[in-house]
């Protein structure tokens, strides 16, 4: 860590620190409520220790993407941590206006409070370089009220975003307990990759799992790679199946023509060490059904892996010494759609294989599953770890190493 500040290197008595932190939660899709809280539970000795240390403490963070149905406010997240740590944190729905800045002058020694979604700032998620961001209206109206910038946001350490990469520009910073855990005990993780290595790569973000696919095969890091979940159904489109409306509409913000190349032209030169399902479950009338990839298309969602799909990738699991998991692998909010992600975990952890989870839903579900506790580690982060685990820097990292 010497390459970082961490906590102990700043007194934070009387000092107003911001952190930055990732709260990013799985929620009900019907009532918008969380439906796991891993990711609070861990910021709580970050928030403990600044505020013991007398510092008054402003969280920013985020949850869900602009657009998208888990786009909320935080107050469910404040309200979840003051419960963690027994003291309030209260929720201003505010970032740079003039509430956000009176409640901050105003905060005294050993208080905290959170921000509003720091995803509604329209240039939060430009990638831009640090440079750029810390030109920012929020760097530039935030910077002069704070005396240290903390970083606790691991999850989304591999985004050059705004809030990650702008502040530490001009504050003295430091990363955060989290932050600092993660990078020391993935580090050793990925260096000495028990072999066979095998990648189960699901969830909704396939762009970004394109994007490591190749590295992970090419580094050896992996040597097979089973893809699931909305992953598995844009590959299954690289690779010509037609999945039919409903599924191909579920691709539709991720599946550009450049994704689409990409995953095709996987196929042609790694396809071999690629393995997607061969059945499908989708969603007819509210029912669970299994249907061959080759039945398809059909006027129903694919929700998950199927029967046969499952058994076939636990024969793979089974003899590798690494399993990392990374996206679920089907529409885990529906119970009937759990037991492609709850087989593959439940596989992973009967191996004897060095097991790592990641990714905000996959630990929810894992947590869900009662499983969490049947790995050799859990990380917060999903994309990030991946990105970490292949050995490419990460911006929200390399924006706190000391200069
Ligand atoms: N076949 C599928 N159809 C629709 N949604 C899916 C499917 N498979 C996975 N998902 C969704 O992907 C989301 C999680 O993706 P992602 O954010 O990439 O995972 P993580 O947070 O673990 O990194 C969940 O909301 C889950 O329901
Ligand atoms: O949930 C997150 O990442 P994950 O889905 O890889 O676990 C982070 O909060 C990053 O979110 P983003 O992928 O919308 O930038």
Known sequence: MKQFNTLDDFHFEDKTVLLRVDINCPLDKETLKLTD??????????????????????????????????????????????????????????????????????????????????????????????????????????????????????????????????????????????????????????????????????????????????????????????????????????????????????????????????????????GEHILLPFDVAVEEDGKRKNMLVGDLPINAPIYDIGKGSIEKFTKVIDPAKTVFMSGPAGLIEKEQFTAGTRDLMTAMAHSDAYTLLGGGHTVGAAERFGMSERFSYVSTAGGALETFILGKPLPAVEALRKK
């Open 37 to 270: 809280d891993n990711r609070i539970r861990h910021i709580v000795p970050t928030v403990r220790e600044l505020l013991d240390d007398g510092a008054k403490v402003v969280i920013i963070a985020h949850q869900g993407r602009p657009g998208d149905w888990d786009f909320i406010d935080l107050q469910q997240h404040a309200e979840c941590l003051s419960k963690y740590l027994s003291k309030q944190v209260r929720y201003v729905d505010d970032i740079l206006g003039d509430v956000a800045i009176s409640e901050i002058k105003n905060l005294t020694p050993g208080n905290v409070i959170m921000l509003k979604n720091i995803r509604e700032l329209p240039y939060e998620l430009e990638k831009k370089s640090a440079e750029e961001h810390a030109n920012s209206e929020l760097v530039k109206t935030l910077a002069p009220l704070f005396d240290y910038y903390v970083n606790d946001a691991f999850a989304t350490a591999h985004r050059s975003q705004c809030s990650l990469v702008g502040p530490p520009c001009v504050l003295p910073s430091a990363v955060g307990r989290l932050m600092e855990k993660e990078l020391t005990a993935l580090s050793s993780v990925f260096s000495d990759t028990n072999h066979p290595s095998v990648f189960i790569l699901g969830g909704s973000k396939f762009s970004d799992s394109i994007k490591v696919m190749d590295r992970a095969l090419t580094s050896k890091a992996a040597d097979i790679i089973i893809l699931v979940g909305l992953t598995a159904s844009a590959f299954l489109v690289a690779r010509g199946v037609d999945v039919g409306e409903p599924s191909r509409k579920a691709l539709e913000a991720e599946l550009t023509p450049e994704t689409l190349d990409a995953a095709k032209k996987l196929l042609r030169e790694r």
